[in-house]
């Protein structure tokens, strides 16, 4: 099957293409024809991959190579025996040459379109190490081609990106996972394993403080400009995003976060770890109002202590409703000291789950603690096996096995996390989500960020208009 990219139509609604630098490999386009003619089928694309034969390797591509989130999808890759590393995408030729010195026989690439059509048929899964703000073009570029994709969390920039991400992923076959790492630890897995068995009962309320601030300077982005450094493309860097001239410390290697343009403050930096084990061990989804308590966000950047209330619609699991809040740079609920021995402390950063049965605190990250009375119930909440996200991901791109943050369950996740960024721009209105139209029903204006508006030529693929259902 030719999974090659229709050139005219793709890069037209994209900014120009540089010269790219490849290194000599194995065609695995050859060798499949080679095994075809003895009369082995072709297992070139994705769809034939998956589920046919496990002792298939994965050829994966990695889109952002530097960082945490960027090297740890290179270097997961390098501790599976049945991963090789076929391409390598960067747009900082720096970090690209590191990487390509220790994957010889990767071909590199500067440009993820220019990647994935020379490269189409000799890739079966990508992952995205990249600021937030191109998750979402790079996913769905590799969607549409039927690949297998990891995406580091949040899924995406904006709640539309996530909704085609998720159509896309659906539509496709392809097998998804969003980069919450922690998720398959065993500290999480053990208090998401307790709470489903039901260790505090029904939760009626739930409370997230972290000890972090991607807080911007209020001034917003500075006169001056600096000379872009020679081995960065910022153009490619600045992708779908808003022109903008390069200034030396104002964005990178990580200050990104703190600008509505590439990334989502604290919230959306750190949400999608903190929400993670109460969306897995209380099965809720759905956002009925989000509401923010904090300062105003900045015209730019986002202020610093931000508050957020979130009503969710119940589930079994809960006591009707669920109220849930989110604190940054803030002190551990007092509520909490009805439940909790004398003298015992919270962590710096963590949850409570206040349950009919007691109260669970779950620490960013550590085993959580069950509490009841004053008394405690459970000094380790553990029990449950750990293993490495990204190999999870690797073997069911191989085998019948499933993905635990699949994008079908990443999508709502981001999607809460991203209404609680909005909300911030919106001190003390409780917004009101209607997620199957995708808007907010008291709100046009809080509406109009659940997508971007991309400047001409550099829209994202028109999937971003489908909704999930």
């Known amino acids: 099957m030719n999974t090659?990219?229709?050139?005219?139509?793709?890069?037209?609604?994209?900014?120009?293409?540089?010269?790219?630098?490849?290194?000599?490999?194995?065609?695995?386009?050859?060798?499949?024809?080679?095994?075809?003619?003895?009369?082995?089928?072709?297992?070139s694309t994705p769809a034939l991959l998956h589920g046919q034969n496990p002792n298939e390797t994965l050829n994966v591509a990695c889109v952002g190579v530097g960082g945490m989130a960027g090297g740890a999808g290179v270097r997961h890759a390098d501790t599976n025996p049945n991963v090789q590393v076929v391409a390598l995408c960067d747009v900082d030729a720096k970090i690209l040459g590191g990487q390509a010195a220790k994957h010889p026989r990767a071909k590199t690439f500067s440009d993820y379109r220019r990647m994935l059509d020379v490269m189409g048929n000799d890739i079966d899964a990508v992952t995205i190490g990249t600021p937030d703000h191109m998750h979402g073009p790079i996913a769905l570029a590799a969607m549409d081609v039927g690949k297998h994709v990891y995406c580091e969390k949040p899924l995406a920039h904006n709640i539309a990106e996530v909704r085609g991400m998720t159509r896309a992923a659906e539509r496709k076959g392809v097998v998804t996972q969003m980069g919450t790492q922690i998720h398959s630890y065993a500290q999480y897995r053990s208090a998401?394993?307790?709470?489903?068995?039901?260790?505090?009962?029904?939760?009626?309320?739930?409370?997230?403080?972290?000890?972090?601030?991607?807080?911007?300077?209020p001034e917003g982005r500075p006169r001056k400009t600096d000379p872009v450094p020679?081995?960065?493309?910022?153009?490619?860097?600045?992708?779908?995003?808003?022109?903008?001239?390069?200034?030396?410390?104002?964005?990178?290697?990580?200050?990104?976060?703190?600008?509505?343009?590439?990334?989502?403050?604290?919230?959306?930096?750190?949400?999608?770890?903190?929400?993670?084990?109460?969306?897995?061990?209380?099965?809720?989804?759905?956002?009925?109002?989000?509401?923010?308590?904090g300062p105003q966000n900045f015209e730019e950047t986002f202020a610093p202590r931000g508050r957020v209330e979130y009503e969710f619609a119940g589930s079994e699991r809960t006591m009707g409703a669920l109220k849930l809040?989110?604190?940054?740079?803030?002190?551990?609920?007092?509520?909490?000291?009805?439940?909790?021995?004398?003298?015992?402390?919270?962590?710096?950063?963590?949850?409570?789950?206040?349950?009919?049965?007691?109260?669970?605190?779950?620490?960013?990250?550590?085993?959580?603690?069950?509490?009841?009375?004053?008394?405690?119930?459970?000094?380790?909440?553990?029990?449950?096996?750990?293993?490495?996200?990204?190999?999870?991901?690797?073997?069911?791109?191989?085998?019948?096995?499933?993905?635990?943050?699949?994008?079908?369950?990443?999508?709502?996740?981001?999607?809460a996390v991203l209404l609680g960024v909005i909300a911030g721009s919106f001190q003390g209105e409780t917004l009101t989500w209607d997620s199957d139209a995708m808007r907010f029903t008291n709100s046009d204006d809080a509406t109009v960020l659940v997508k971007r508006t991309y400047e001409p030529g550099r829209e994202v693929d028109s999937q971003l208009k489908s909704k999930r259902s």
Request: hydrophobic share 40%; net charge positive; glycine share 10%.
């Open 325 to 415: 809040t989110w604190a940054e740079r803030s002190a551990p609920i007092e509520v909490a000291r009805q439940h909790l021995p004398a003298g015992v402390g919270l962590p710096k950063q963590g949850s409570i789950l206040i349950g009919e049965k007691g109260m669970m605190v779950i620490p960013h990250f550590d085993f959580a603690r069950i509490y009841r009375d004053g008394e405690i119930v459970s000094g380790k909440v553990d029990g449950q096996p750990g293993e490495v996200h990204a190999h999870q991901w690797h073997n069911a791109c191989r085998s019948e096995v499933k993905t635990s943050t699949p994008f079908s369950y990443a999508g709502p996740l981001t999607e």
């Open 192 to 217: 998401v394993a307790a709470l489903r068995d039901g260790a505090i009962g029904k939760v009626s309320e739930a409370h997230l403080w972290i000890n972090a601030s991607w807080a911007g300077p």
């Open 230 to 293: 020679a081995h960065l493309n910022w153009d490619l860097w600045l992708g779908v995003a808003p022109r903008r001239p390069f200034v030396n410390g104002l964005y990178l290697p990580y200050q990104w976060r703190r600008w509505k343009d590439f990334g989502g403050g604290t919230l959306g930096d750190m949400g999608c770890h903190l929400l993670d084990p109460i969306f897995s061990g209380l099965d809720i989804e759905t956002v009925n109002s989000v509401r923010s308590t």
């Open 4 to 43: 090659r990219m229709k050139n005219d139509q793709f890069y037209a609604r994209q900014p120009s293409l540089p010269a790219e630098h490849h290194r000599h490999a194995c065609s695995r386009r050859q060798f499949l024809r080679a095994s075809s003619a003895i009369g082995i089928a072709s297992l």
